[in-house]
């Protein structure tokens, strides 16, 4: 039986990133955005992502990696920006979506809303409900982004896997075949909120 496995919010926490992938021992890494920035070790979490071949989604800070390394900061190796640039805003299969922020309830996903969406119709609004609430779709999407909230299980419908491993929380994973949550405690408090 192969396995897939879902990964929060990396944020250059590599040391939890490996731990988490020698635990698991997935065939298959699809990591939910925000590989780097705000973390200790953005040369060991690129190592990891191509020892393990892993693909991504793309995240805010992500984005951000990139518009800094046009001003000659780099918050990663420039291979990682360039990776960076290559990822999509969703990854798809069968039964599941993978994005960082969210999914627009009623239609098509701009790249805003992908990497930055937590309230339906916005975030301006605490009265706005959080986009999975208004979420119909039949596959269970698995999305990041969301550090304060920690783990959101709303499963069959959505799962948010952003438990603030960088701000000293854990890093969390899916195992999608066993339909298992994992998670690894951080290491420490790297960035505070």
């Known amino acids: 039986m192969s396995r897939t496995l879902f990964v929060g919010d990396v944020h250059s926490c590599s ?3 490996c731990l988490l992938l020698r635990e698991t021992k997935p065939d298959r890494v699809i990591l939910l955005g ?3 920035n705000k973390g200790p070790d953005p040369e060991g979490t690129w190592d990891l992502v ?3 071949r892993a693909e991504s989604v793309l995240g805010n800070h992500d984005l951000r990696v990139r ?5 000659g900061q780099w918050l990663a190796p420039p291979e990682a920006v360039q990776w960076l640039k290559t990822l999509p805003i969703t990854l798809e299969g069968p039964t599941w ?3 960082h922020g969210g999914l627009n309830p009623d239609g ?3 790249q805003r809303q992908a990497v930055r969406l937590r309230r339906w119709p916005d975030d301006s609004d605490r009265r706005h409900p959080f ?3 208004c979420y119909r779709g039949q596959k269970l999407v698995i999305y990041g982004h969301d550090a304060l909230r920690g783990l959101q299980d709303h499963r069959p419908r959505t799962l948010g896997l952003d438990t603030g491993c960088v701000y ?4 969390s994973g899916y195992l999608l075949e066993a339909d298992e949550v994992i998670a690894v405690p951080a290491g420490a408090s790297y960035q505070s909120i």
């Open 34 to 36: 925000d590989v780097f």
């Open 131 to 133: 986009w999975w609430q």
């Open 50 to 52: 191509r020892e393990w």
């Open 168 to 171: 000293g929380g854990a890093l």
């Open 15 to 17: 040391q939890e990133l």
């Open 97 to 99: 979506v993978a994005v």
């Open 67 to 71: 518009k800094l390394a046009k001003r």
């Open 108 to 110: 098509a996903t701009t």
